[in-house]
């Protein structure tokens, strides 16, 4: 790769033997899926250097050239708009060689947006004055952009683009260009995304960047969807004072991820092979529900969970005690959690899952639901502003606050919504013993919620009321017995489709739990303090989540709304059509778990 430093000419000999090795590097590629272009200016002559954006450029260009069939151009200090419009043209006859997927072009440096409206990049001889045609000719455009990449993305080709411009879309001091209202409008399928407002100055060193190489959500997060990993990015960027923007991001395939594993993709087919098998073998509950054809889901707090192993049979001996183990870790894990409001958060993330929750968008549940795991303190953050803007809507919630505490105050509207999804667990969790059911809602009553929704009580200390409660109740003291919100059936036989499949039937809570333990050991392998090797690879739920070795993220994110609503209602089934063996039988080793019975 041709890496342009300040003191290089573009047109001299060695500039000229670095471009034909680039030009060769990209070549004789049967399959890309990404070809991409990161500029990094850092040595201004006229206006103050900058350290960190030629870093930024160096490093997301190793990122793409370590993902399979992605290739990468580094063109780091720019001298000229000519340099950087020839370096744009070896991009494009990359792609005349090998057709991208999509064109992603990077750049770090000093930016901004003319009256006219364009974005504008600064190369390295920018000359700061207030001879505003002068300043014009010298800036490299988004159109100028576009322009030379026309030919070879309009047309047959139709390749998406993606421009990132990690820059100040404000006049750097010294020069008079001014803001214009709104981008122009392109033709081609063109998305652009930037790190910052109208108006408002860049950081040298990006936290734009950081989240843009999040390891779980970012852009290189294994079979992250793009599209999804800027909405991160730019959700983000809303708790900080520098906005980040975009324009036209439908632009970008759907589900296309810059780094694709079909992995998870085919241990999913596993489950579903192992779920039609259930079907062909498995005799129903109940009469009310005929075999194979049944549609009716399990008990509302039931949830299926369905657990892939790829293991050889004589290594599969002891599946059902391995998983027991991973429920045993995962509710260890969460009771010896100190983190401030795990469990309400918890609880929370079950509201959000509830049928009649509705979002503006897909990728507000997504982000808080993976939030609720990552950083429980700023989900609440960002939950708050979400349900007073309307954004999170309940049908059920609304009618239930105007019911019950129509004058709660707007800053209390999370511990309402807590209140509401507390009470609807434990009607159905203790749907079968009614009289229990309302010694707890009398216990809630009186510890948490006739205290927490007083004016005397602020909002934290009554969520730190709420916390106490629930920990309480579910663990108990030390020595008692679980209580019944945190129960868990294994199916007494293990499915074999070639390799094996587990299913369990737990409650929403156990469900919950279980997505926030797989998420911690992806986090710590990810990051280096964890080895891999686990008995089960892939996880998938009835209630929409979904995990494997080296990724978490909702079941909607890996597959059509169709398939998914096929998938969940198929796990469903399971609950309907198979046997469940309470698990504190099988700690016993009870006769179930000596037969090692195999479908």
Known sequence: MLMLSADEDSGSAAGKEHASVRKGSMSGRRRVRVQAICFGAGDYKNVDKLVDAPKDARTLHAKIEATEHCRCILALDPQSKEEMRRQLAELADACYTATPEITIVFFAGHGCQLTTGPLAMFPCDFTSSEDVEKMEGELFTLNDLLQVLRESHSKDHDIPVLFIMDACRKAVPGHSIRMEAAETYHEERTTVVCSCSRAQLAEDESSFFKDLLDPLQGLFAVNMPLRDALLFVLRRSRTRTQWGRSFSLEDVPERFCINHDPTCGADRMEMLRAIRRLFEWSEPKTSTCPPKTSTCPPPADKVIVAAYSPRAKEEAENLKSELLAVIEGALKGLQADTSEQKFCCLFLSLFLRYEETKFASEDIQNELLTTAKNNPGRFLKHLEPDLRAKEITSASFSAWIHDRCPQVAPAKLIFAALDFSVRREMDRMLQFDPDRARREREEWDANVTSVGYTDKVEFEDAMKLAEQHLRLKLFGEPGEERTSWLS??????????????????????????????????????????????????????????LSSTCEYRELRQSVDKEEEEKLIQDLKRVGQLAEFVDWKTLQRGGEREAEKAYL
Not at 489 to 495: M, S, Y
């Open 488 to 545: 868990v059936g294994i199916l007494d036989k293990v499915v074999e489709t070639g390799s094996y499949v587990v299913f369990m039937e737990t409650t929403s809570l156990v469900s919950a739990c279980l997505s926030q333990f797989l998420a911690d050991q992806v986090r710590t392998r990810i990051g280096g303090r964890g080895a891999g090797g686990e008995l089960f690879r892939t996880w998938m739920s009835s209630s929409g989540w």
